[in-house]
């Protein structure tokens, strides 16, 4: 009964081990992905946060060059206002499709904050759009109005370069947090991977190294041998032990048998142990033989 319930256990503790291990692999692997996955994003935010700046600041040099194509000195240093208002319409066009990108890159995000700081952003965006729709409209480069000029630097009010700093942040920010998260479910999957490693490491000891070690302890001190029989009972290596044990004790009958032999004395027969011991017919049968060497010695003395 003992010997069933240590089983069972054995088994269980194989089932939960092969099962943590196959479990925590998978969450270490999802792990490595998700890090993998939000460096990507994060890179991709970056990059197209940097062109974004990129463009807002050609479309604010573009207006500033066009509010003074009239100077002397802008002509003088080759200012051409059709290739400003021209630079001003493909930034602005290059602008609108990288929020549009950001959008899409970002909508399966589920951070509170870094949806905050892109609304803001398209909000921002939108006022930006709307404040140079009439310039734009014009189709043709002419000096722009106060307002417009304003439109990336009017102070006391929120402009698209402060919430595209702040959306900048936001994204540095999810970045760390989604980092942080992924590092502790990679810390978390590694720990539960060694608990399961070490607990199927022990469970290969126990099931092949301890036995081995304990049928060569009690071979070697057969004085103690029944505390390792007891470790080994109920085990597929009792019977193996037995095995052993049994055939290092023939071994040393027939050692005695041939040290008698080869003192001259007539040694005792080996003890069979079945009707068809091997091992015992032929030491019955040498021991006949010499039997007969030694009468026939006799009869011619």
Not at 202 to 230: D, F, K, Q
Not at 249 to 260: G, K, Q, S
């Amino acid at each position: 009964m003992a010997s069933r319930v240590r089983r069972a256990v054995h088994q269980g503790l194989w089932a939960a081990g092969l099962s943590l291990t196959l479990a925590s692999g998978v969450v270490l692997g999802q792990a490595l992905d998700a890090l993998g996955h939000a460096q990507l994003q994060s890179n991709r935010m970056q990059q197209g946060a940097s062109q974004l700046e990129s463009a807002l600041l050609q479309m604010e040099r573009s207006l500033l060059g066009l509010a003074h194509a009239d100077s002397p000195r802008i002509r003088f240093v080759g200012y051409d206002p059709d290739a400003l208002y021209s630079t001003l319409r493909r930034a602005h066009a290059q602008a609108d499709a990288l929020i549009q990108q950001l959008i899409q890159q970002s909508h399966t995000c589920q951070d509170w904050e870094f949806q905050h700081a892109l609304l803001r952003l398209e909000l921002e965006w939108q006022q930006t759009r709307a404040q140079l729709a009439g310039y734009l409209g014009l189709g043709k480069p002419t000096s722009p109005s106060n307002s417009t000029l304003l439109t990336f630097s009017l102070r006391g009010q929120d402009t698209i370069g402060d919430a595209l700093a702040d959306f900048k942040c936001a994204v540095h920010q999810h970045t760390m947090r989604a980092h942080e998260s992924s590092r502790r479910q990679l810390v978390s999957a590694l720990s539960t991977l060694c608990l399961s490693v070490g607990l199927l490491g022990w469970l290969v000891w126990r099931r092949w190294g301890a036995p081995a070690r304990w049928m060569r302890r009690a071979l070697e001190a057969p004085h103690r041998s029944a505390t390792y029989e007891r470790l080994l009972e109920g085990s597929e290596w009792a019977e193996l032990y037995q095995l052993l044990v049994f055939q290092e004790r023939r071994l040393r009958e027939v050692e005695l048998f041939m040290r008698d032999l080869a003192m001259g004395r007539t040694p005792e027969p080996i003890k069979p142990t079945d009707a068809a011991d091997p091992l015992a017919r032929s030491g019955a049968w040498l021991l006949k033989r010499i039997e007969q060497l030694n009468a026939a010695r006799r009869e011619a003395v």
